[in-house]
């Protein structure tokens, strides 16, 4: 049997790659019929996994991560009836069964069976279920005609591997971000953070056939690169406003829309920005975003943050100022994003070349063993998105 190996949290600013098991096609004692094992093609480095690693949630030691997935089926259990041997495919971040109700109802960030703490699951990550992540070489992937999208001619799938290896999260959660903010022709959009997620969500926006993207940061890097494809961008740091600097661009200190892109790690804007406000890109969005628009947050926030700033902020209750949001009449849309909701449609555009999402955040091929210096650049702020090539495939 082919040895495994995967990149482990082991306490926060350390990760390793260590041998793991190989999987099996079973879920504790019973066998996994409905799953396959996937031998990895590519997976990427997210931010979620970044909150991970610097301790900021309660994640625990050892655990195997990664939930951003692209790989070819090696093994296949007795009743996966569409999909074979050799094929390629995604894999949404989300882990959902396609038999409960939310699933049902096409909110399968939010599955009832697959998680026994809390609605939702994903692969590697905190209070998620506690599957076993997709930094490695293989992996189990459970209800898998449900879960899994083909690609539907291999040659090709290679070809454009950077870009479909970002289906599995940051494209389409970027997208859901847009697309529950009410971006569409001709709106003005601003998006708060350019990070991987922040300019799939900037690039997404352009796909809607938003008028104007502007995009704010504090790394400068990261604003080049949001610049790189048509966003105009606002540097945080300035003393200028957030408001001023969307009025020096657009004539007037409001936006259509807005998405955050940022999260519960936020920092302050201005001279403030060195100390982390974790509800400032949440209040600054309702400050700048016009009567009636949404605001689409696809950043995350979490329930139990033990380096938090405050005692409030480490169970998740900030300092929102939800009396302005009502006062707007604003429509707030949280959560994970259902992947499954776009990845399809998303496929086809970077299949008939109607996007370079790899090229608007940057994808960078990095090896396993570089996955631990992959997460310490990452950390530093760097506007690239790491992508591992466990096999080296990408690179052949």
Known sequence: ???????????????????????????????????????????????????????????PEGLVLG???????????????????????????????????????????????????????????????????????????????????????KDQAMAKIKDLTLLSDIFPTGYHGAVTAGVGPGTIVYVAGAGPVGLASAASCHLLGAACVIVGDLIDERLAQAKSFGCEVVDLKKSATLA??????????????????VGFEARGHGSDHSTEHPATVL??????????????????????????????????????????????????????????????????????DKIEIAKAVNVTMISLDDAPKGYKDFDKGAAKKFVIDPHGMVAA
């Open 283 to 352: 209040n600054a969005a309702m400050e700048v975003t016009r009567a009636g628009g949404a605001i689409g947050i696809p950043g995350l926030y979490v329930t139990g943050d033990p380096g938090a700033v405050d005692e409030k902020a480490k169970i998740g209750m900030l300092g929102i100022r939800i009396g302005l949001g009502w006062a707007k009449s604003h429509c707030f849309t949280t959560g994970q994003c259902p992947v499954m909701r776009y990845h399809r449609q998303l496929m086809q555009c970077i299949l008939h």
């Open 1 to 59: 049997m082919a040895g495994n190996r995967g990149v482990a949290y082991i306490k926060p600013g350390v990760v390793e790659v260590q041998n793991i098991d190989y999987p099996k096609l079973a879920l504790g004692n019973r066998k996994c019929e409905h799953g396959v094992i996937l031998k990895i093609i590519s997976t990427n480095i997210c931010g979620s996994d970044q909150h991970m690693v610097r301790g900021r949630t309660t994640a």
């Open 67 to 153: 939930h951003e997935i692209t790989g070819e089926i090696v093994e296949a259990g007795r009743d996966v009836e569409f999909l074979s041997k050799g094929d390629i495919v995604s894999v949404p971040f989300n882990i959902a069964c396609g038999r409960c109700r939310n699933c049902k109802e096409g909110k399968t960030g939010i599955c009832l069976n697959v998680n026994p703490a809390r609605p939702g699951a994903a692969y590697g990550y905190v209070d998620m279920g506690g599957w076993v992540g997709g930094q490695a070489e293989y992996v189990l992937v459970p209800y898998a005609d449900f879960n899994l999208l083909k690609f539907p001619d």
């Open 244 to 261: 001023e600097q969307i009025e020096q661009i657009v004539g007037v200190p409001e936006v259509d829309a807005a998405v955050d892109c």
